[in-house]
């Protein structure tokens, strides 16, 4: 399939600060990347050169097959951009806003009208959208302006943290409206600092830090490169912990005597824990709670940018 | 999604004048919703009629021509006052879209830039319409007379017309390129009050200190008070009605560009 979007060897600074130090990446289309990164790392200056707000200082940037800097109005319309900050008209009310937005993306008024009822529905505004939307919660908010960049069905859409301060229900909703969005064949580039949320929903995940591009990859890919899965045993007293260490005494055990708790690497599920809790039933070593870590992309951020991603 | 699209196909000059008509109907609703505006711009105009009638009337009259009123002296003077403090609004309008990120939205769509200017600009004259409408209706009800015959009122409006778009636009350039809403206010200030007062909207100038009066007879403002002035009162607009209407196209087709130019450079870099 082809890539809709193509990045190379993208700088971008502000005065003397370097922002973006040469960053490369594509988006197949139909599919789902995100953008992983702590904050600061570019994530928001990355999605408004693609998005045609901001100019940049070298590379190339194709979106659509379009210059971003030369065929601007073609690549305008073609996305829908939801910033970082909810870009809504507060005076206007929410049916308001989705009209207007629908004309000037070229829009008959009918179309803009009947769309904006249909978005309503969607995301569950309709009781909602003849207020001014300044009357409207965080998350309607957040609705309202992820409906507003639906409203053409852009083949293209920008997410720049689009679940950021949502509440866990309206953060799944939001995703449920991404899937679909995806399923009806839409492109999609979403930033985030949930690593769980890139986890979720994309196909690809690009981790940016400072830049740069540092790692790259299905969420399977990132996470095989820290490694496999892992066995947790939790015990009752450092007595039994200790016992179990000496008598496990496997390769990449690691033991926490503070949580009374010990790991180790395994490749066979089924063959590696039968060995294990049979070697421990043998000298009567009492297990107070078992578990499977999988590895998470808090493993594969923690390990490529060499810090948590709240510092 | 059910709802098949339809999109409107046009040349660009039209639909560059539709998303104008679209940004108009924005701003528009923006100044009926603010209520707070709305009265001020009822009720500022008529305190400040009445109470510069009141408190300099008696004083300055002793200096008018014979036979003309404080009153009828003062009514160019305070709407060409009241349209120039009016135009700020047009600034604050603007910045207030820069500061908001609304305006990143609608770089983001295919639409003119320049629309979103309009819609500020043109709103702002409906309002001072509105003002000035008001001012007259109330000066009359206090005892203005105005000579003016139908031509001359045709006269009269566009040239406030002119003045407000010039003001407009040039507050445009002023909220693009101040970076809060406070800086708006002060920038606006320190440029519209020295001009609107050193002129001839209050008093006449010949009672001014000489580098003064050479200033205030001289500078676009009081060209424009005096074309409306002498219109109202049925005096000769002698060169006043050519020099003001040159000043208000010149600053017209000076800013609107230069606006344009400003609005796109703002942020992309
Ligand atoms: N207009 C600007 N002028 C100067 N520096 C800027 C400007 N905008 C962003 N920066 C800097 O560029 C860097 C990248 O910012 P950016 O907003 O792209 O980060 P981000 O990854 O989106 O962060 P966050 O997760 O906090 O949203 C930051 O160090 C920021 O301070
Ligand atoms: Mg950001």
Known sequence: MADTITVNNLHKSYGKVEVLKGVNFSVKKGTILALLGPNGAGKTTTVRILSTLLSYDKGSVQVGGNDVKKDADKVRSMIGLTGQAAAVDELLTGRENLIMMGRLYRLTHNSAKERAQELLEDFDLVDAADRPAKTYSGGMRRRLDLAVSLIAAPPLIFLDEPTTGLDPRSRLAMWRIIEQLVKDGTTILLTTQYLEEADQLADNIIVIDNGKVIAEGSANQLKSKIGSDRLELTFNTIKVLNNATSVIKAKGLEVDEKELKLSLPIKDTNKDVRGILDKLAKDKIKIDSMGIHKPTLDDVFLSVTGKGKED | ?269
Request: proline residues 4%; charged residues 15%.
């Open chain 2, 1 to 269: 999604m059910k709802t098949k699209l339809e999109f409107v196909e046009a040349s660009k000059a039209s639909l560059a004048f539709r998303d104008s008509l679209i940004m108009i109907k924005r701003s528009s609703r923006h100044i009926l919703r603010n209520i707070d505006q709305l009265l001020g711009t009822f009720f500022q105009p008529i305190m400040f009629l009445v109470l510069f009638v009141a408190v300099f009337g008696g004083a300055i009259e002793l200096g008018l021509p014979e036979g003309v009123s404080y009153l009828s002296f003062l009514m160019a003077g305070i709407i060409v006052q009241t349209v120039a403090f009016g135009s700020t609004t047009t600034a604050i309008a603007i910045c207030n879209d820069l500061q908001k990120g609304i305006v990143d939205r609608f770089r983001s769509l295919p639409m003119n830039n320049l629309a979103v200017l309009n819609g500020h600009v043109i709103s702002d004259v409906f309002r001072n319409g509105f003002s000035t409408a008001v001012m007259i209706i109330v000066g009359i009800i206090i005892g203005f007379r105005p000579q003016a015959n139908f031509v001359e009122w045709l006269v009269i409006a566009g040239i406030l017309l002119l003045f407000t778009l010039a003001f407009s636009w040039l507050m445009a350039i002023m909220g693009i390129i101040a970076k809060s809403v406070e800086a708006v206010q002060w920038l606006t200030f320190i440029i519209i009050f020295p001009l609107t007062f050193a002129s001839s909207a209050f008093v006449p100038t010949e009672g001014m200190p000489w580098a003064l009066k050479v200033f205030a007879e001289n500078q676009p403002i009081t060209q424009v008070i005096e074309a409306v002035r002498a219109l109202f009162l049925g005096f000769p607009v002698e060169n006043y009605l050519w020099t003001s209407v040159a000043w208000c196209v010149g600053a017209i087709v000076l800013s609107i560009p230069i606006a344009a130019y400003v609005y796109r450079k703002k942020n992309v870099n």
